[in-house]
Each structure stands twice: as structure tokens, then as C-alpha cells.
């Protein structure tokens, strides 16, 4: 599987990594041999032209694509604890990432230590958008999960 993310957050927060259109070439070419494809959609972000920018992404991958690739998708959305916060302002203390626990849920994780999360009616707003974009662009593909 392939990490995809926006042109838009891998040029704000993964600098120095392969760019979405390397990215989507490389898959072009796992798929083109004849591997199963995946792709990991993560960090999820929410900002304003998100709908586009994501929209955009899942066209050009599908565009890319050798006809009757169905890849699986995993989908990830942003999240942080408050000490990974603490981490990241400590190192980056000029960072933009959106931590504001104030635009966020507080939940409990499986191992006991809490997270913030987007709210539920976010988290509804990113599963509708996705379902309805990997439905029309990949038609046979499947989510594994989105979280």
C-alpha cells in the first residue's frame, strides 16, 4: 500500500518526502505488475479547501490507474495527544499543525491514554465525503476503516 495525502499537507507537513504525484506513479507501477494496491490516506486533515484538495487527489490516482484497479483504502484522520502536542511544540515551536484541543473530542484510547479527535459531526462530514468519493472514482473498491 501507498501513503497518499494533498499536494497542499505534504508540502506543509511532510517535507522531504515523495510528492502525491510520485507517489501515485509509484502505485501506477505496482498496479501495472500485477500487485494487489492499497492506499493509506493520513493524516486526514479538515481545513478549507479539503473537500477539493482530497476530491483531487482520489481523481488524479484514478486517472493514474491502469483500468479495473480496485485498490483498498485506509483512511486515517488527524489526531494528537496532549504529550505528542507537548513533543511537537517543544521541537517545532513555530509548527501549524491544528492542535487545538479546543476543535476537538477528548477520547480514551484502547491502551487507556486519551486523544483528541475530530467531533462526531466532522468525523460524519469526512466519512460521507470519502464514501462518496471512493464510490465514484474507485467503484469496486472497498474502505478497510477510517478512524
Do not use: C
Not at 507537513?13 to 504525484?21: D, I, L, V
Not at 483512511?75 to 492542535?99: C, D, G, W, Y
Not at 464510490?135 to 477510517?146: D, V
Amino acid at each position: 500500500r501507498f501513503s497518499l495525502n494533498t499536494a497542499a499537507v505534504i508540502h506543509e507537513y511532510e517535507k522531504g518526502t515523495a510528492s502525491m504525484e510520485e507517489r501515485i506513479g509509484a502505485a501506477r507501477k505496482t498496479a501495472e505488475a500485477g500487485y494487489p494496491l492499497g492506499f493509506l490516506i493520513a493524516p486526514i486533515f479538515v481545513y478549507p479547501e479539503w473537500k477539493k484538495d482530497y476530491g483531487a487527489l482520489l481523481r488524479k490516482a484514478a486517472e493514474s490507474l491502469p483500468e479495473g484497479v480496485s485498490p483498498s483504502f485506509e483512511l486515517i484522520t488527524h489526531r494528537f495527544t496532549a504529550r505528542a502536542k507537548s513533543n511537537i511544540q517543544h521541537v517545532f515551536p513555530e509548527t501549524t499543525l491544528p492542535l487545538d484541543e479546543s476543535e476537538r473530542k477528548f477520547k480514551y484510547g484502547q491502551f487507556g491514554y486519551g486523544k483528541y479527535v475530530y467531533p462526531k459531526e466532522v468525523m460524519g462530514e469526512i466519512r460521507e465525503f470519502f464514501e462518496e468519493q471512493i464510490e465514484e472514482y474507485f467503484p469496486e473498491s472497498r474502505i478497510a476503516y477510517l478512524v
